[in-house]
């Protein structure tokens, strides 16, 4: 079965980093559409960036301070988060679109502090 099992996040201060990543089994990793989405407080859930093949499309707000880059030997997708800001606090998830289906990574909590 699909599985997405994500890592990294955790705390920093405004202006810092931190990096995300996500290791895929179950499925032909390097097929699939790959996201990450986040879960800030009082907002829905907000796509932060997503790439199939050669085609990458980030949210507004992520642009020039969110990479993605995925490593399909590894089964893995990353995201650098750099020049953070209180407002990038939140719940991010990895997801995997595969055989027209979506499935979510657990979530990793991102808290920036000002």
């Known amino acids: 079965q699909v599985q997405l099992v994500q890592s990294g996040g955790g705390s920093v201060q405004s202006g810092g980093s931190l990096r995300l990543s996500c290791t895929g089994s179950?499925?032909?990793?390097?097929?699939?559409?790959m996201s990450w989405y986040r879960e800030v407080p009082g907002k829905q859930r907000e796509l932060v960036v997503g790439?199939?093949?050669?085609?990458?499309r980030y949210g507004d707000s992520m642009k020039g301070r969110f990479t993605i880059s995925r490593d399909n030997a590894k089964n893995t997708v990353s995201l650098q988060m750099n020049s953070l800001k209180p407002e990038d606090t939140g719940v991010y998830y990895c997801?995997?679109?595969?055989?027209?289906?979506?499935?979510w990574g657990q979530g990793t909590q991102v808290t920036v502090s000002s």
């Open positions: 997801w995997a679109y595969v055989s027209q289906k979506g499935f």
């Open positions: 179950g499925f032909i990793f390097s097929h699939a559409g």
């Open positions: 790439n199939i093949g050669d085609t990458t």
